[in-house]
C-alpha cells in the first residue's frame, strides 16, 4: 500500500533516473530524516545509506557543523553573485583552500552549481581556448563508454550510457566515445589487465588519428567510473591513455565529482588512480551534499588565454546566478575544514582494507561474477553464469530486483546498467556499519537468487 506522501507523489512529480512507466506500481520511498549514515522513511523505518545519497554525503546526516555553517551565512548575507566583479568572502576563501589542495597545478577556481554544469564549463572553456590559441578546428571531445558526465545537452553527449542518448537526439556531433575501462566485461579471453589497458591506449590512439589530431581538443575521464557501473580501470591504464593524449596535444581533464574529496582514500581520485590531468571537475562531497555546488579548477595556461581573450572580446561571457552560491560556499568551507581536522581522507585510507575484503568476499555469491572496488566504493555485477559471465535477459531487471530486496533489509544501495550494483556509503561509515551493509547486501543477494530460481530464470 502506498503512503499517503508516495500517493500524493506520483499524481505530482517526473522524478529524474526513473522509469516512469512502471513507476506508478513501484511507488516512491519518501526520505523525512537522517542521522549518521541512516535514513528514516515517513513510516519511520531506518535505512543504512549505502550510497551516500546519489555519492555525495560524505559525512552523513544530521552534521550539525554544517547546518550552522548555512545558517550563519544564511543569515549574514544569504545572496549575492560574482558577476561583474562582485565578491564574497566564502568564494573568495573556498578557491584558495581548493588551490591548496588541488593535486594539480591550478592558477584559479571557476564554480557551478552541479556537476553537470561544471563539465558544461570544461566543454565551453575547452573551444574558448583553442579559439584563442587560433586552432578553431581542434574541438572534439572524447570520454569513456559508460563514462558519466551529467545531463546537459553537452554533458549528456559527454556521458557513454544508452538511457542519455537513444531518443535524444545525443551525442551531439563531435562527442566521441572510446573504450570503457572495464577488465572483467570488455576483456578478451586471457587477456591481461596490462595488455587490456595497452590495447584501450592503442584504440584511443586509433580514434584520435582516424578524426585528426587537429580535430580533437579534450579527453574527459573519471578514475573510477561511477554511475557506468562503479568500475575500475586496470592498473597502469591511466599512464597510457596519458602518453597518448600528450603525443597530440590533447588536453586531460578528470571529472572528480564522485572521487574527489576522499572516495577512494586520497583527496582526489586522480592520485589514488595516477592521472596527471590539466584540470578537475568537482561537485557532490564538496558540500558532503547539504548544499548544491561544483566547480573546476584552472591551469595557468588557460587563465592567460581567458585574460586575453577577454582583452579582445570585452567580457568572459559565462556564468550562472548561483554559481559560488555564498551559502553553499559557507558550508563547503566547513565541510573541508571537517574533512582536515577529523582526517576523514585518512581514515577512509585505513577502513578500506575493510570494506575491500567483505565487498570482494561477495564475488563467492552464486549469482555475482565481479565485486571490485577502491577505497569506499565498489560496483558488484550479476550474473547468470560465473564462468562465460553471461547476464540475464535485461528486461528481468535481475539488479533492480536486488536493490529493492536490500531497500526490504534496510539498505540503500543503487542498481546501474548491466546488472550492476554500486556501494558508495558515507565516509563516515563505522567499521561495524560495514559489516551491517555487507550483511545485508549479501541477505539481498540470497533473496535474489531464490527470485531467480522462483521465476525460472536462465
Ligand atoms: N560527473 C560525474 C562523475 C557524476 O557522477 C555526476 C553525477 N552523478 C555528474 C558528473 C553530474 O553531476 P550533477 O548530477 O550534479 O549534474
Known sequence: MLSNLAARDVETLIHPYTNLA???????????RGHGVWVYDSDGRPYLEGMAGL???ALGYSNEELVEAAREQMSRLPFTHLFSGRSHDPAIELAETLKELMPVPTSKIFFTSSGSEANDTQVKLTWYLNNALGRPTKKKIICHRKGYHGVTVATASMTGLPANHADWDLPLP????????HHYRF??????????????????????????????AAFVAEPILGAGGAIVPPAGYYAGIQAVLERYDVRFIADEVIC???????WFGAEAMGMRPDSLTFAKALTSGYMPLGGISIDE????????????????????TYSGHPVACAVALKTIAIYRRDGIVEGVAAKAPHFQARLSALADHPIVGEARGVGLIGGIEIVACKRT?????PKAGVAARCVAFAQAEGLIVRFLAGDRIAVCPPLVIAPAEIDTLFDRLGRALDRTRAWIAAEGLA
Open 55 to 57: 555519492w555525495c554525503t
Open 389 to 393: 559471465k553471461r547476464q540475464y535477459d
Open 260 to 266: 574527489g574529496f576522499g572516495r577512494l582514500g586520497t
Open 174 to 181: 563531435g562527442f566521441l566515445h572510446t573504450g570503457c575501462p
Open 22 to 32: 512502471t513507476f506508478r506500481e513501484t511507488g516512491s520511498l519518501v526520505l523525512e
Open 301 to 320: 595556461p588557460l587563465y592567460r588565454e581567458m585574460v586575453s581573450q577577454s582583452a579582445k572580446l570585452g567580457t568572459f561571457g559565462h556564468g550562472t
Open 187 to 216: 576483456g578478451e579471453a586471457g587477456e591481461t589487465e596490462g595488455a587490456f589497458a595497452a590495447r584501450l591506449a592503442d584504440e584511443l590512439d586509433a580514434l584520435i588519428q582516424r578524426e585528426g589530431p587537429d580535430t580533437v
